[in-house]
C-alpha cells in the first residue's frame, strides 16, 4: 500500500480517470510535484478501466470506450504512453425489423424506405420532409429540423426517452447534435482524425502515465475519509461537483447505467462493434469488445446498456434547468481557490475521452504556465 505518512505532497488528486491521471502525469513529471491520486474505486482509469474477464477477453466494464479526436496535441500527448491500434467504429440500430447505419446516411434511408436515391436526391428528400424549426433549441429539434418525424421517431425518439428518461425536446440540441446526419454512405460512427485504441487497453496506458516516483496512488479511498490526515497544499477534484459542496443546491441529475456483461460461445455475436436498440428492450445498444480491441478468442464477450437514475453517475443531464443548477455550483467552486475542479462530473460537461484530456493539458498549463511545455490547441 502507498506510505502517505511523509512529509505531505503538494497535490492532492480525487478520481483516477482520465482528469486526474492527465493532472497527475503533468504535476509530476513536468512540474515536479509530490502528487497524491486517490480513488474510490478498486482501480485506476475511471470510466475508461479495462481489464479481462473470466474467459479472457478484454473488457470495458463502464461500457464501450472508443477513442477519437481531432486534436493532434491531445493524441500526441497520449502517445506518449501507448501504442495504438486503428479502429473505426461502426453502429447498426434496428429499425422496422432491419439492422441499419446510424448516423443516418444514404443507405439508412434507401433501405428502410425501399427507395434508390443517390446523395443529391437525398438531400432534397431530406428538405421535402425537414420541419422549420428556425434555430434549434432542443434535441428533437435538431432532429426533425434536419430529417423530418418520421426517422426521429424511428432513430432518435425511442433510444433519448431510454437513455435519458426524457424527451429530446425537454434536452439541449447538443445531445442528439453529437449523431452527424449524411448524404453519402459513410458508415462510422465517427470521422475524427485520430480513431484509435489503445493497443494493450486503457488501463495499461494509464499505468505508464503514473508510473512515476512522485506519484503515489490509493485507491479504495474516499478523499474525504483522508483530506484531514495528510498534508497538501491544493487539491484537484474531479468528482461529482455537487458531492463535493454536499447537495447544497439539491442534486445534480446525472444518469446511470446498468452493464450487463455476456460471454458467448462463439467467435463473433454481432456484425459490428454496437447494435442500438431504439424502439424495443430496456437497454440501448449491445457493444462486443473483440470488434473494439482487436482480440482474437474463440469466444466473446459483450454489453448491454440499461439506463437508469440510480448508482454511479455517468452522464451529465444536458437541460436548461441543470446548466441553471450546475451555475450555482460553478459559483461555489470560485470561493474555493485551493481546489480545482476538472472533467466531466465536476464541470458537468459531458464530454468525451479526448475533451477531458484538453480540457486537464489546459488547467495544467493554467495551474503552471512557467516551464508548462507548448500549451494544448
Ligand atoms: P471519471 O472517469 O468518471 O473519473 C472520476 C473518478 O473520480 C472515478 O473513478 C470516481 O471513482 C472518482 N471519485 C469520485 N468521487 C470520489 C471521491 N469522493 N473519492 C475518491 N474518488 C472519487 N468517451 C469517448 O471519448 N469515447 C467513448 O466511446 C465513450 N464511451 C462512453 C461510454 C459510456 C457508457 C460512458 C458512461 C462514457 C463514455 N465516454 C466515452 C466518456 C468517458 O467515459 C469520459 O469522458 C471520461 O472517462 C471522463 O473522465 P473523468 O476523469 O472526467 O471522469
Ligand atoms: N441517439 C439516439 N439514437 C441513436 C444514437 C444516439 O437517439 O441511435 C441520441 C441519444 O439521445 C444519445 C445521444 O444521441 O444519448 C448521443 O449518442 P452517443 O452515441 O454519442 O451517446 P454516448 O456514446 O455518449 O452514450
Known sequence: MTDVTGPGFDDLIVGAGFAGAVLAERLARDAGRR?????????????????????????????????????????????????????????????????????????????????????????????????????????????????????YRKFFQG??????????????????????????????????????????????????????PNISVLLNTDYRDIQELVPWQHMIYTGPVDAFFDHCYGRLPYRSLHFEHQTHATEQFQAVGTVNHPNEYAFTRVSEFKHLTGQRHPQTSVVYEYPRADGDPYYPVPTPENAEQYRCYEALTRTRPDVTFVGRLATYRYYNMDQVVAQALATYHRLHPVGAGAAPE
Request: charged content about 20%; proline content about 6%.
Open 35 to 151: 502528487v497524491l491520486l486517490v480513488d474510490r474505486r478498486p482501480h485506476i482509469g475511471g470510466n475508461a478501466y479495462d481489464t479481462y474477464d473470466d474467459a479472457g477477453i478484454l473488457i470495458h466494464p463502464y461500457g464501450p470506450h472508443i477513442f477519437h479526436t481531432n486534436s493532434r496535441s491531445v493524441f500526441e500527448y497520449l502517445s506518449q504512453f501507448t501504442a495504438w491500434r486503428p479502429y473505426q467504429h461502426r453502429v447498426l440500430a434496428s429499425v422496422d425489423g432491419q439492422l441499419l447505419p446510424i448516423p443516418i446516411n444514404l443507405d439508412t434511408v434507401n433501405r428502410l424506405y425501399g427507395l434508390n436515391l443517390c446523395a443529391s436526391e437525398l438531400d432534397a428528400y431530406f428538405a421535402s420532409v425537414a420541419e422549420p424549426v428556425g434555430t434549434a433549441r432542443t434535441s428533437e429539434d435538431v432532429v426533425v429540423g434536419r430529417v423530418g418525424r418520421d426517422l
Open 159 to 212: 433510444y433519448t426517452r431510454k437513455q435519458w428518461d426524457l424527451d429530446p425536446s425537454e434536452l439541449d440540441a447538443s445531445v442528439t447534435a453529437r449523431v452527424p446526419v449524411r448524404t453519402n454512405r459513410d458508415d462510422r460512427y465517427f470521422t475524427d482524425t485520430h480513431q484509435v485504441m489503445p493497443l494493450h487497453g486503457y488501463t495499461r496506458m494509464f499505468q505508464r502515465m503514473l508510473d512515476h
